[in-house]
């Protein structure tokens, strides 16, 4: 156990400038370019249920599951009081996850704590499976978690670091297109039952606002991520 807990806490030496430079413009091609988009959206869509969930088990809501769908659509499924607080603050954890995810991940590679993050992530999943209700969901998070996993046995220290710099970055940079598609959904009328729509019914605010602000969480998690990895 002591073994364990000195690997787990070990840090890493800082990496080279263009090493994060590099892994930055990675993670910027996968979010900015449709097809890898469609391929790794998912793993957003993991984050931002994984948000709702979190915060309905913070505020008391009764948790059902959570269910992850081939189109990277997903569905946090809590039972409690249709509207107060508890209910607000559950909307309103989905699409700032990824971002402040990201920047938590930011914290942690800027001090060297490249271990603790990965099995930081892999717990996550972990306990994200628990709550998952469909077979597709369940193998999505045992595909990811296996790769985690793989990561932590197998992989060396170099690789694990590179691999945690182009994560950190595309959970920054991932944590904003969703918010953007989200409004040019709404303003097609597209997305009527959206977190921001249900905001919107909750409270005496409109739902553009609730895009803004979490639009404004993401870019500020961006922008802090990013200093905080300043190559320079």
């Known amino acids: 156990m002591d073994k364990f807990w000195a690997h787990l806490i070990k840090v890493q030496p800082d990496p080279d400038p ?32 994984g948000g709702h969930a ?11 599951g959570i269910r ?7 569905v946090t499924l809590t039972r409690g009081r249709p509207t107060g607080p508890g209910m607000v603050l559950t909307a309103l954890a989905g699409y700032v996850a990824p971002s402040l995810l990201g920047l938590a991940a930011a914290v942690l590679t800027e001090a060297g704590r ?12 972990v306990c994200m499976l628990l709550l998952i209700r469909n077979l597709y ?10 790769a985690v996993y793989a990561l932590i046995m197998y992989a060396p ?24 598609e989200l409004q040019r959904k ?21 739902g553009g606002f609730y895009v803004f602000l979490f ?3 993401s870019v500020a998690s961006l922008l802090f991520g990013a200093y905080l990895m300043n190559p320079l």
């Not at 220290?157 to 953007?180: E, H, K, M, N, Y």
């Open 54 to 64: 979190l915060m309905a088990l913070l505020t008391r809501r009764k948790l059902e």
């Open 137 to 146: 969901g369940a193998l999505i998070l045992l595909v990811t978690g296996g």
């Open 157 to 180: 220290s170099d690789v694990q670091q590179i691999v945690a710099l182009v994560a950190t970055w595309f959970l920054l940079f991932g944590g904003i297109r969703p918010v953007i």
């Open 68 to 74: 992850l769908h081939s189109d990277t659509s997903g």
């Open 18 to 49: 263009w090493v994060v430079a590099v892994s930055a413009l990675a993670a910027l091609v996968i979010v900015g370019f449709r097809m890898p988009w469609q391929v790794s959206r998912g793993l957003i869509t993991i984050a931002h249920e």
């Open 114 to 125: 490249i271990t603790v993050l990965i099995w930081g992530v892999l717990l996550f999943l």
């Open 186 to 206: 709404r303003s097609r009328r597209q997305a009527r039952d959206s977190d921001a729509d249900q905001l919107a019914r909750l409270t005496f605010l409109p």
């Open 215 to 217: 639009l404004l969480v």
